[in-house]
């Protein structure tokens, strides 16, 4: 089941950021990301937009990946459990980030670090992934949608992490 992380983090373009306030009020919104590997997620957003204001008061957060335009019956999701914080304010560390943002966004519409103004890069360090398994997967016993941790494959000593 951990093939579908890698696969669904490099097809879809947005992911749906749920945080919460210093008292716990919950906040939803999508944001256009780049995957770094399978644990970390970066973007782009204002720092007193209400969910960068909820990062710096609460970083645990909940992503969700998925294809809204999916058919009934037809989903895939990935659901991560992530700590978020504002991107190291750093020329390599907001280069680095860039640099992945970049790599997605269609020619000409690159960002540089002049074209960030007000805006800040962020991202998200994966602490749990867990994929849908759709009610009614002979291979589960499940009637209901689900979700089902996953986690890597063990990695042989000469694979570099």
């Given at each position: 089941?951990?093939k579908a992380v890698?696969?669904l983090?490099?097809a879809?373009?947005y ?7 210093g008292?716990?009020r919950?906040w939803?919104?999508?944001v256009?990301?780049a995957a ?8 782009v957003?204002?720092p007193?937009?209400r969910?960068?204001?909820n ?11 998925f294809d809204?335009?999916?058919?009934i ?7 991560l ?14 280069g ?8 997605r966004l269609?020619a000409?519409?690159q960002?540089?670090?002049?074209d ?5 890069p ?9 994929v849908l ?14 979700r089902?941790?996953?986690t890597?494959?063990?990695r042989?000593?000469e694979?570099?992490?």
């Amino acid at each position: 089941m951990w093939k579908a992380v890698p696969r669904l983090l490099a097809a879809h373009h947005y992911l749906v950021l749920g945080t919460a306030d210093g008292e716990g009020r919950p906040w939803a919104t999508p944001v256009f990301y780049a995957a770094d590997g399978d644990h970390r997620v970066v973007w782009v957003s204002a720092p007193d937009s209400r969910h960068s204001r909820n990062i710096a008061a609460r970083p645990g957060v909940a992503i969700t990946v998925f294809d809204s335009s999916a058919p009934i019956g037809g989903a895939e999701a990935l659901y991560l459990q992530a700590t978020a914080e504002a991107v190291p304010d750093d020329d390599d560390a907001r280069g680095a980030a860039l640099a992945l943002l970049n790599a997605r966004l269609p020619a000409g519409h690159q960002l540089g670090p002049e074209d960030l103004g007000p805006l800040q890069p962020y991202q998200a360090v994966i602490t749990q992934h867990y994929v849908l398994i759709r009610g009614g997967d002979t291979r589960f016993d499940n009637v209901t949608d689900a979700r089902l941790a996953v986690t890597p494959p063990a990695r042989t000593p000469e694979e570099k992490p």
